[in-house]
């Protein structure tokens, strides 16, 4: 017997339409019903939890999900745990293994990662997804936490961070190559990405708009829906160097002093990322990984993404 395929992944950049319903969460119900566990009847409504945890005002997420979601033709079931213990109780676990598609909102993804990873309910969404029974989406910070590291904090602390690993915070790794941003072109968040890449360069940048969805098929491929763009940023094969930046005063004043002050620091130098992979994915963008026409150029960042 052939090894079930892991199931769909969805990244959303966040701001998606959820009130007319719009064309992200009709291509996502539409690929997942596509793509249902064989064992569910063809005609039955695709079943699916919503995930509030990385919310701060979980109430009026479900209160606009619910509908979108049942105007989509789905049955939508609200997952609302706010603490790890929930994440273990038997009612959590039966809920996720009765659903076809487990959709994680906005919010904090420091918050969805430090209550889910680890517990019960990570074990089995990670079962599930690679069993081909679980399809998984996340919008905005559910988006960001389901690479293997993901963004926190703003531009200027990841700045700061720039060469030092401990800032890269493990994210819940259903995608274990990439490290996902979202509100991407909206929030000029292309440095944040680049920082974030270089500090770990084996892993590929994904950069998510607003009111747009990358559909990952493991092993198969992967499409671009929504109004925006995705961009991928591959740093495995760059270097990264710091030119220029001359002392301070404050900090030359105090070089022939036996202790330097704690507010003195060295002045900026420039950042040279070089060569640095920079790709754009705008929306109705299709491949198929097995396709003899995939481009050669491509190959190796959509591999890293689906293969």
């Known amino acids: 017997m052939v090894p079930a395929l892991p199931s769909l992944l969805a990244l959303i950049g966040g701001n998606e339409d959820r009130l007319t319903p719009g064309t992200v969460l009709r291509d996502l119900v539409a690929a997942c019903r596509a793509e249902r566990h064989a064992a569910r009847p063809a005609d039955a409504a695709l079943r699916l939890v919503v995930l509030s945890t990385a919310s701060g005002e979980p109430e009026f997420l479900w209160s606009q999900y619910e509908p979108a979601f049942r105007a989509l033709g789905a049955e939508p079931r609200w997952l609302d745990i706010r603490e790890r213990a929930a994440a273990a109780h038997p009612d959590t676990l039966a809920a996720l293994r009765d659903a076809d598609l487990l959709f994680m909102t906005g919010g904090d993804q420091e918050r969805l990662v430090d209550i889910v990873a680890g517990t019960p309910l990570h074990a089995l969404i990670l079962d599930r997804h690679a069993r081909g029974e679980l399809a998984i989406a996340g919008t905005s910070a559910g988006a960001s936490a389901l690479g293997a590291h993901m963004p926190v904090g703003d531009l200027n602390e990841q700045i700061v961070a720039l060469g030092q690993p401990e800032s890269l915070h493990a994210a819940l790794g259903l995608l274990p190559t990439l490290v996902i941003d979202q509100h991407f072109a909206q929030r000029r968040r292309h440095a944040r990405l680049m920082h974030l890449v270089m500090l770990s360069p084996r892993h590929l940048g994904v950069g998510v708009d607003e009111d747009t ?16 763009a995705v961009t991928l940023i591959d740093g495995s094969r760059a270097s990264e160097r710091r030119e220029g930046g001359a002392p301070t005063s404050a900090s030359a004043s105090t070089a022939t002093s036996t202790s330097a002050s704690p507010t003195t620091s060295p002045e900026p130098r420039a950042v040279a990322i070089e060569p640095l992979g920079f790709f754009l994915l705008p929306s109705g963008c299709a491949f198929e990984l097995s396709s003899p026409s995939l481009p050669a150029h491509l190959h190796r960042v959509l591999h890293a993404i689906a293969g």
Do not use: D, E
């Open 213 to 228: 969805a990358l559909l990952i098929r493991p092993g198969r491929g992967l499409r671009v829906v929504g109004s925006g």
